[in-house]
């Protein structure tokens, strides 16, 4: 069974960097595409970006120039780095599994991140 | 951008009742459409994707109909497990979620 998990820091400063990993079990990350998803308070949820089968990405544009997704093949791992974070990136961040570019079948659990001083 | 408006945003029902949300898109998008539960503290699930179709493993009770901008979950008997956020999310054009109904037993 395919089975996703977030882990990183549950608190960053603001203008620093966030960085998450997803380690995927049970199935590899060089098939299909690996996204991240996050929640803020309130329910609203957003699509923040995916890496393909290939490594090729594809960035939610109002992320553009601050979000960076990569990967290692060898530890089946996906990564987030979101840059110059600020209050309003407090949220649960998701990773999750797209068959085809489309919907998402397999989530983690979700790591909740706040951005304070 | 395409918007995706969810009604109602809360919705209380009876065990037993057929209960139906709603996810309008601001213009078509051509089934691009999934359905997802999501439980207090719980990961989202899916449900439905290609707007009709029963992900493996959901109970048959849940189904996805509609076409163009307008959309439909429908839960024919409502059970006590199926209280739970829903959200639809769109894949046309971009991905977009909506904002989500939230079911609750009477």
């Known amino acids: 069974e395919v089975q996703l998990q977030e882990s990183g820091p549950g608190l960053v400063k603001p203008s620093q960097s966030l960085s998450l990993t997803c380690s995927v079990t049970g199935y590899s990350i060089t098939s299909n595409y690996w996204g991240w998803i996050r929640k803020f308070p309130g329910n609203k949820m957003e699509w923040m970006g995916y890496i393909s089968y290939s490594g090729s990405t594809s960035y939610n544009p109002s992320l553009k120039s601050r979000i960076s997704i990569t990967r290692d093949t060898s530890k089946n791992q996906f990564f987030l780095q979101l840059n110059s974070v600020t209050t309003e990136d407090t949220a649960t961040y998701y990773c999750?599994?797209?068959?085809?570019?489309?919907?998402?079948?397999?989530w983690g659990q979700g790591v909740m991140v706040t951005v304070s001083s | 951008d395409i918007q995706m408006t969810q009604s109602p945003s809360l919705l209380s029902a009876s065990v037993g009742d057929r209960v139906t949300l709603s996810c309008k898109a601001s213009?078509?998008?051509?089934?691009?459409l999934a359905w997802y539960q999501q439980k207090l503290g719980e990961a989202p699930k899916l449900l439905i994707y290609?707007?009709?179709s029963l992900q493996t493993g959901i109970p048959s009770r849940f189904s996805g109909s509609g076409s163009g901008t307008d959309y439909t979950l429908t839960i024919s008997s409502l059970q006590p497990e199926d209280v739970a956020t829903y959200f639809c999310?769109?894949?046309?054009?971009?991905?977009?979620f909506g904002a989500g109904t939230k079911l609750e037993l009477k």
């Open positions: 999310q769109k894949y046309y054009s971009g991905y977009t």
């Open positions: 999750a599994r797209l068959p085809g570019a489309d919907y998402f079948d397999y």
């Open positions: 290609d707007a009709n």
């Open positions: 213009q078509s998008i051509y089934n691009s």
